[in-house]
């Protein structure tokens, strides 16, 4: 009479091999995942200055992306800077405010490390009226790992990159 199943070593052996695939293959999706966090981090940035540079534009005003605690990584809030100081105020409208994903590293240079200002012909504007360029840096979890950076120059356009990032900015 023949038995109709696996003996405790074919389990075993199947287990094993399962493990080695499951270890050789999840260092990889956890590259995958940390890639997927900074594209979904820079679109949502993008996606504000796109908004702010459109509404200060059609308001034929300046309107302020500003670091939520002076930290990008607690997200930004989006409002008419009425009185030019790049803080939002209690008479200023609050056009919106984006959180920040919580494990998303998010380095900014001293131009835009507080705020990004948008005046009514679409251009970036320091609160002194020079113009603004700089760079946010986004972050990947492992130094040497492609990261993504948004380049804003003084006409107020930017371009997106995407590379490894140097170890000063992201505190590896």
Avoid at 22 to 28: E, L, Q, V
Avoid at 108 to 127: D, I, K, M, W
């Amino acid at each position: 009479m023949a038995s109709r199943g696996f003996t405790l070593i074919e389990l075993l052996v199947a287990l094993v091999v399962l493990g080695i695939l499951i270890s050789i293959g999840m260092p990889a999706f956890g590259n995958m995942i940390d890639q997927q966090r900074m594209d979904s981090g820079l679109s949502a940035l993008t996606g504000s200055l796109n908004m702010a540079k459109q509404e200060a534009v059609r308001r034929n005003r300046p309107v302020t992306l500003t670091a939520i605690e002076g930290d990008w990584n607690n997200g930004w809030r989006m409002f008419l800077d009425n009185n030019s100081n790049g803080q939002l105020d209690e008479n200023e409208k609050l056009l919106r405010e984006i959180a920040a994903d919580a494990v998303l590293r998010i380095d900014a240079n001293t131009p835009v490390s507080r705020y990004v200002r948008f005046n009514g012909r679409g251009e970036s504007q320091l609160l002194n009226g020079g113009f603004q360029a700089g760079t946010f840096r986004f972050c990947p979890k492992v130094a040497g790992e492609h990261g993504r950076r948004v380049t804003i120059n003084q006409v107020g356009r930017w371009r997106v990159e995407s590379g490894p990032i140097k170890s000063g900015y992201c505190g590896f």
